[in-house]
Protein backbone atom coordinates (compact mmCIF):
# COMPACT_ATOMS: atom_id res chain seq x y z
CA UNK A 1 0.00 0.00 0.00
CA UNK A 2 1.26 3.60 -0.60
CA UNK A 3 1.57 4.03 3.00
CA UNK A 4 4.16 2.00 3.57
CA UNK A 5 6.19 3.06 0.64
CA UNK A 6 5.82 6.91 2.43
CA UNK A 7 7.51 4.95 5.40
CA UNK A 8 10.62 3.59 3.17
CA UNK A 9 10.45 7.22 1.37
CA UNK A 10 10.62 9.03 4.87
CA UNK A 11 13.62 6.47 6.41
CA UNK A 12 15.93 7.19 3.16
CA UNK A 13 18.21 10.42 2.74
CA UNK A 14 17.22 10.66 -0.91
CA UNK A 15 14.27 9.99 -3.65
CA UNK A 16 14.82 8.13 -6.95
CA UNK A 17 14.96 10.86 -8.70
CA UNK A 18 15.54 10.69 -13.06
CA UNK A 19 19.11 12.95 -13.89
CA UNK A 20 18.76 16.23 -15.74
CA UNK A 21 21.24 17.90 -17.91
CA UNK A 22 21.26 21.93 -17.49
CA UNK A 23 20.19 23.73 -14.21
CA UNK A 24 16.47 24.91 -13.60
CA UNK A 25 17.34 28.36 -15.17
CA UNK A 26 18.70 27.05 -18.27
CA UNK A 27 15.50 24.51 -18.49
CA UNK A 28 12.28 27.12 -17.35
CA UNK A 29 8.76 25.96 -17.34
CA UNK A 30 7.80 28.87 -15.65
CA UNK A 31 5.66 30.75 -18.04
CA UNK A 32 3.61 27.78 -19.44
CA UNK A 33 -0.26 27.26 -18.07
CA UNK A 34 -1.98 24.61 -19.72
CA UNK A 35 -4.58 24.72 -17.43
CA UNK A 36 -7.18 27.41 -17.95
CA UNK A 37 -10.81 27.56 -17.07
CA UNK A 38 -13.74 29.89 -16.20
CA UNK A 39 -15.21 27.47 -14.18
CA UNK A 40 -15.08 27.69 -10.33
CA UNK A 41 -12.53 25.67 -8.58
CA UNK A 42 -11.96 24.25 -5.49
CA UNK A 43 -9.20 23.48 -2.83
CA UNK A 44 -8.70 20.11 -0.66
CA UNK A 45 -7.31 20.05 2.57
CA UNK A 46 -7.75 17.10 4.72
CA UNK A 47 -6.06 13.86 4.72
CA UNK A 48 -8.66 11.75 3.27
CA UNK A 49 -10.08 12.92 0.11
CA UNK A 50 -13.68 11.19 0.27
CA UNK A 51 -16.79 12.72 -2.03
CA UNK A 52 -20.32 12.52 -0.54
CA UNK A 53 -23.29 13.42 -2.55
CA UNK A 54 -23.05 17.42 -1.20
CA UNK A 55 -19.71 17.17 -2.35
CA UNK A 56 -20.07 15.58 -5.88
CA UNK A 57 -23.17 17.98 -6.34
CA UNK A 58 -21.21 21.26 -5.76
CA UNK A 59 -18.48 20.37 -8.13
CA UNK A 60 -21.63 19.55 -10.77
CA UNK A 61 -23.01 22.88 -9.67
CA UNK A 62 -20.04 24.89 -9.80
CA UNK A 63 -18.50 23.32 -13.28
CA UNK A 64 -15.62 22.45 -11.56
CA UNK A 65 -12.86 21.39 -13.95
CA UNK A 66 -9.86 21.66 -11.25
CA UNK A 67 -9.57 20.43 -7.60
CA UNK A 68 -6.30 21.49 -6.03
CA UNK A 69 -5.38 18.59 -4.09
CA UNK A 70 -3.24 19.18 -0.33
CA UNK A 71 -0.93 16.36 -1.00
CA UNK A 72 1.54 17.20 1.91
CA UNK A 73 3.74 19.69 3.82
CA UNK A 74 7.27 19.85 3.90
CA UNK A 75 8.79 21.28 7.16
CA UNK A 76 12.20 20.99 8.97
CA UNK A 77 13.62 17.56 9.27
CA UNK A 78 16.81 17.02 11.60
CA UNK A 79 20.14 18.04 11.60
CA UNK A 80 21.01 15.45 9.45
CA UNK A 81 17.73 13.98 7.55
CA UNK A 82 16.68 17.39 5.81
CA UNK A 83 13.27 18.76 5.56
CA UNK A 84 10.65 16.29 5.57
CA UNK A 85 7.33 15.60 4.25
CA UNK A 86 4.55 15.57 6.31
CA UNK A 87 0.58 15.60 6.80
CA UNK A 88 0.56 12.78 3.53
CA UNK A 89 -3.19 12.62 2.32
CA UNK A 90 -3.84 8.79 2.67
CA UNK A 91 -6.97 8.72 0.66
CA UNK A 92 -8.07 10.16 -2.90
CA UNK A 93 -11.37 8.90 -4.13
CA UNK A 94 -11.85 8.13 -7.60
CA UNK A 95 -14.30 10.32 -8.74
CA UNK A 96 -11.21 12.61 -8.92
CA UNK A 97 -9.70 10.76 -12.02
CA UNK A 98 -12.74 12.81 -13.87
CA UNK A 99 -11.21 16.52 -13.23
CA UNK A 100 -7.91 17.57 -13.60
CA UNK A 101 -5.48 17.86 -10.25
CA UNK A 102 -3.21 20.17 -9.10
CA UNK A 103 -1.41 18.85 -6.16
CA UNK A 104 -0.42 21.39 -3.23
CA UNK A 105 2.65 21.59 -1.02
CA UNK A 106 2.68 23.78 2.02
CA UNK A 107 6.12 24.46 2.68
CA UNK A 108 7.48 26.16 6.09
CA UNK A 109 9.92 28.21 5.32
CA UNK A 110 12.35 26.73 7.73
CA UNK A 111 12.22 23.54 5.69
CA UNK A 112 14.48 26.06 2.95
CA UNK A 113 16.38 27.47 5.15
CA UNK A 114 19.66 25.12 4.01
CA UNK A 115 20.49 26.57 0.30
CA UNK A 116 22.61 23.63 -0.60
CA UNK A 117 20.27 21.09 0.67
CA UNK A 118 17.17 22.78 -1.76
CA UNK A 119 18.40 20.82 -5.12
CA UNK A 120 18.19 17.75 -3.45
CA UNK A 121 14.94 19.26 -1.32
CA UNK A 122 13.46 19.65 -4.74
CA UNK A 123 14.30 16.17 -6.39
CA UNK A 124 12.55 14.61 -3.12
CA UNK A 125 9.24 16.48 -3.38
CA UNK A 126 8.80 15.85 -7.09
CA UNK A 127 9.47 12.13 -6.80
CA UNK A 128 7.12 12.01 -3.85
CA UNK A 129 4.30 14.14 -5.99
CA UNK A 130 4.60 11.65 -9.21
CA UNK A 131 4.11 8.34 -6.63
CA UNK A 132 0.97 9.56 -5.04
CA UNK A 133 -0.20 10.81 -8.41
CA UNK A 134 0.67 7.35 -10.48
CA UNK A 135 -0.57 5.78 -7.56
CA UNK A 136 -4.37 6.99 -7.42
CA UNK A 137 -4.58 8.76 -10.82
CA UNK A 138 -2.54 6.50 -12.82
CA UNK A 139 -0.23 9.46 -14.52
CA UNK A 140 1.83 12.09 -13.37
CA UNK A 141 0.79 15.62 -12.92
CA UNK A 142 1.74 18.87 -15.20
CA UNK A 143 1.13 21.51 -12.80
CA UNK A 144 1.47 21.61 -9.20
CA UNK A 145 1.25 24.57 -6.53
CA UNK A 146 2.81 25.55 -3.82
CA UNK A 147 1.66 27.35 -0.79
CA UNK A 148 4.07 28.98 1.06
CA UNK A 149 4.03 32.52 3.45
CA UNK A 150 7.72 33.46 2.25
CA UNK A 151 8.79 36.85 3.70
CA UNK A 152 12.03 39.17 2.47
CA UNK A 153 14.58 37.15 4.86
CA UNK A 154 13.08 33.98 3.14
CA UNK A 155 12.58 34.31 -0.48
CA UNK A 156 15.88 34.18 -1.78
CA UNK A 157 15.50 30.24 -0.68
CA UNK A 158 12.28 30.44 -1.52
CA UNK A 159 12.73 31.67 -5.26
CA UNK A 160 15.88 29.14 -6.11
CA UNK A 161 13.55 26.24 -4.81
CA UNK A 162 10.57 27.46 -7.23
CA UNK A 163 13.60 27.14 -9.83
CA UNK A 164 13.81 23.99 -9.31
CA UNK A 165 10.39 22.69 -9.17
CA UNK A 166 9.57 24.83 -12.40
CA UNK A 167 11.83 22.78 -13.99
CA UNK A 168 9.75 19.42 -13.54
CA UNK A 169 6.22 20.98 -13.66
CA UNK A 170 4.36 24.33 -14.55
CA UNK A 171 4.54 25.64 -11.13
CA UNK A 172 2.04 27.97 -9.68
CA UNK A 173 2.55 29.38 -5.89
CA UNK A 174 -0.03 31.04 -3.19
CA UNK A 175 0.31 34.81 -2.90
CA UNK A 176 -0.79 36.74 0.61
CA UNK A 177 -1.92 40.35 0.63
CA UNK A 178 0.91 41.64 2.16
CA UNK A 179 3.03 40.62 -0.22
CA UNK A 180 0.57 42.06 -2.82
CA UNK A 181 1.27 45.06 -1.49
CA UNK A 182 4.81 44.80 -0.45
CA UNK A 183 5.90 43.27 -3.65
CA UNK A 184 9.30 45.51 -4.29
CA UNK A 185 10.32 44.40 -0.43
CA UNK A 186 9.14 40.72 -0.99
CA UNK A 187 9.86 40.07 -4.12
CA UNK A 188 7.99 38.38 -7.42
CA UNK A 189 8.08 34.82 -7.12
CA UNK A 190 9.79 33.30 -10.61
CA UNK A 191 6.18 31.44 -11.87
CA UNK A 192 3.62 32.53 -14.48
CA UNK A 193 0.50 32.52 -12.32
CA UNK A 194 -0.38 32.79 -8.32
CA UNK A 195 -3.23 32.69 -6.35
CA UNK A 196 -3.92 35.13 -4.41
CA UNK A 197 -5.64 34.34 -0.72
CA UNK A 198 -8.23 35.90 -0.12
CA UNK A 199 -8.92 34.34 3.35
CA UNK A 200 -7.37 34.32 7.20
CA UNK A 201 -6.38 38.33 6.51
CA UNK A 202 -7.54 39.00 9.50
CA UNK A 203 -5.75 38.81 13.15
CA UNK A 204 -7.67 35.67 15.22
CA UNK A 205 -7.28 37.67 18.69
CA UNK A 206 -9.13 40.96 17.60
CA UNK A 207 -12.70 39.54 18.24
CA UNK A 208 -14.06 42.99 17.05
CA UNK A 209 -13.61 41.88 13.26
CA UNK A 210 -14.01 38.68 11.01
CA UNK A 211 -10.01 37.09 10.71
CA UNK A 212 -11.47 34.95 8.09
CA UNK A 213 -12.34 38.17 5.81
CA UNK A 214 -13.09 41.73 6.00
CA UNK A 215 -13.49 43.75 3.11
CA UNK A 216 -11.97 46.65 4.76
CA UNK A 217 -8.44 44.62 5.16
CA UNK A 218 -8.85 43.75 1.81
CA UNK A 219 -8.99 47.61 0.66
CA UNK A 220 -6.12 48.15 3.10
CA UNK A 221 -3.72 46.27 0.80
CA UNK A 222 -5.38 46.48 -2.42
CA UNK A 223 -6.60 49.85 -3.94
CA UNK A 224 -7.45 51.35 -7.39
CA UNK A 225 -3.86 51.52 -8.59
CA UNK A 226 -2.79 48.13 -7.32
CA UNK A 227 -0.79 45.77 -9.98
CA UNK A 228 1.14 43.00 -10.07
CA UNK A 229 3.92 41.28 -12.69
CA UNK A 230 1.70 37.91 -12.88
CA UNK A 231 -1.99 36.88 -13.31
CA UNK A 232 -4.22 35.30 -10.32
CA UNK A 233 -6.54 33.14 -9.37
CA UNK A 234 -8.40 34.34 -6.27
CA UNK A 235 -8.84 31.51 -3.34
CA UNK A 236 -12.46 32.78 -0.93
CA UNK A 237 -13.63 31.11 1.92
CA UNK A 238 -16.34 29.26 2.78
CA UNK A 239 -15.51 27.38 5.69
CA UNK A 240 -16.43 28.39 9.30
CA UNK A 241 -14.27 28.44 12.26
CA UNK A 242 -14.10 29.42 16.13
CA UNK A 243 -11.24 30.91 17.62
CA UNK A 244 -10.13 30.24 21.72
CA UNK A 245 -8.36 32.90 23.35
CA UNK A 246 -7.61 33.59 26.95
CA UNK A 247 -7.91 36.52 28.98
CA UNK A 248 -5.10 38.50 28.06
CA UNK A 249 -5.31 37.40 24.31
CA UNK A 250 -1.42 36.02 24.43
CA UNK A 251 -2.51 32.39 23.87
CA UNK A 252 -5.52 31.59 20.75
CA UNK A 253 -5.87 28.36 19.57
CA UNK A 254 -8.50 27.46 16.75
CA UNK A 255 -10.97 24.51 15.80
CA UNK A 256 -11.95 24.17 12.68
CA UNK A 257 -15.53 24.36 12.69
CA UNK A 258 -18.90 26.25 13.44
CA UNK A 259 -18.91 25.07 17.64
CA UNK A 260 -22.23 27.34 17.66
CA UNK A 261 -25.09 25.42 18.61
CA UNK A 262 -22.60 23.68 21.00
CA UNK A 263 -22.02 26.56 22.98
CA UNK A 264 -25.43 27.52 22.98
CA UNK A 265 -26.54 24.08 24.48
CA UNK A 266 -24.19 24.45 27.16
CA UNK A 267 -24.98 27.53 29.19
CA UNK A 268 -23.58 25.98 32.63
CA UNK A 269 -20.09 26.45 31.21
CA UNK A 270 -20.60 28.97 28.46
CA UNK A 271 -22.17 32.60 28.76
CA UNK A 272 -23.05 34.67 25.54
CA UNK A 273 -21.34 38.06 25.75
CA UNK A 274 -22.25 39.32 21.73
CA UNK A 275 -23.40 37.97 18.98
CA UNK A 276 -21.25 35.06 18.29
CA UNK A 277 -19.10 35.73 21.13
CA UNK A 278 -19.02 33.62 23.98
CA UNK A 279 -16.76 33.45 27.77
CA UNK A 280 -16.42 30.35 29.69
CA UNK A 281 -17.92 30.32 33.17
CA UNK A 282 -16.69 26.82 34.57
CA UNK A 283 -13.77 25.20 34.12
CA UNK A 284 -14.36 22.52 31.43
CA UNK A 285 -12.45 20.52 28.46
CA UNK A 286 -14.05 21.05 25.28
CA UNK A 287 -12.49 19.93 22.30
CA UNK A 288 -9.14 18.73 23.86
CA UNK A 289 -9.04 22.12 24.93
CA UNK A 290 -8.72 22.78 28.67
CA UNK A 291 -10.96 26.07 29.32
CA UNK A 292 -11.33 28.17 32.48
CA UNK A 293 -13.44 31.13 33.22
CA UNK A 294 -12.34 34.34 31.48
CA UNK A 295 -11.73 32.52 28.23
CA UNK A 296 -13.95 33.24 25.13
CA UNK A 297 -14.70 32.01 22.09
CA UNK A 298 -15.68 33.49 19.34
CA UNK A 299 -18.00 31.48 16.02
CA UNK A 300 -16.52 33.10 12.87
CA UNK A 301 -18.49 32.78 9.39
CA UNK A 302 -17.80 33.12 5.92
CA UNK A 303 -20.00 35.58 5.14
CA UNK A 304 -21.09 36.09 1.58
CA UNK A 305 -21.04 40.25 2.02
CA UNK A 306 -17.66 40.11 2.58
CA UNK A 307 -16.88 37.72 0.14
CA UNK A 308 -18.29 40.20 -2.56
CA UNK A 309 -17.35 43.33 -0.92
CA UNK A 310 -13.87 41.77 -0.86
CA UNK A 311 -14.63 40.55 -4.94
CA UNK A 312 -15.43 44.40 -5.85
CA UNK A 313 -12.14 45.64 -3.92
CA UNK A 314 -10.18 43.03 -6.14
CA UNK A 315 -11.81 43.79 -9.12
CA UNK A 316 -11.22 47.86 -8.78
CA UNK A 317 -7.71 47.42 -8.54
CA UNK A 318 -5.22 46.53 -12.16
CA UNK A 319 -4.90 43.07 -10.73
CA UNK A 320 -5.31 40.66 -13.52
CA UNK A 321 -7.48 37.92 -11.88
CA UNK A 322 -8.45 34.66 -14.10
CA UNK A 323 -10.44 31.86 -12.27
CA UNK A 324 -11.83 31.45 -8.50
CA UNK A 325 -11.05 29.05 -6.06
CA UNK A 326 -13.47 28.06 -3.08
CA UNK A 327 -11.81 26.91 0.32
CA UNK A 328 -12.59 24.02 0.84
CA UNK A 329 -14.70 21.45 -0.85
CA UNK A 330 -16.16 20.09 2.53
CA UNK A 331 -19.94 18.74 2.66
CA UNK A 332 -20.25 21.04 6.29
CA UNK A 333 -19.02 24.03 4.91
CA UNK A 334 -20.70 23.81 1.07
CA UNK A 335 -24.19 23.20 3.43
CA UNK A 336 -23.40 26.61 5.60
CA UNK A 337 -23.24 28.67 2.81
CA UNK A 338 -24.94 29.35 -0.14
CA UNK A 339 -22.77 29.30 -3.33
CA UNK A 340 -24.97 31.08 -5.84
CA UNK A 341 -24.90 33.99 -3.98
CA UNK A 342 -21.55 34.57 -4.17
CA UNK A 343 -20.76 36.85 -6.91
CA UNK A 344 -18.10 35.07 -9.53
Known sequence: MLKYCYAILLATTAFSCTDHNGTPEENPKRFQSEMSSSATQFYHWKKSLVLDDVTKDALKTMETKRVYVRYFDLEEGGQFSGPQPTYLIDTIDQVLKDYDIVPVIYVKNE???DVYQIEQTS???????????????????KTIQVDCDWTKSTAKNYFYFLEWMN????TEVTIRLHQIKYAEETGVPPVGKGTLMCYNVGNLADFDRNSILDAQIVASYINSETSYPIPLDVALPIYDQTVVKNRT???????????LEDLKNHPRHFKEVSDGTYEVIADT????????????????????????????????SNLVINDYILYHLDSTSITNINLSEINL
Open 111 to 113: ALS
Open 167 to 170: YYYD
Open 123 to 141: KKVKSLIDEISMYYFGKTI
Open 285 to 316: IYRTFALSPGMQLQVEESEISAINESLEVIRN
Open 249 to 259: SEHVRLINENC
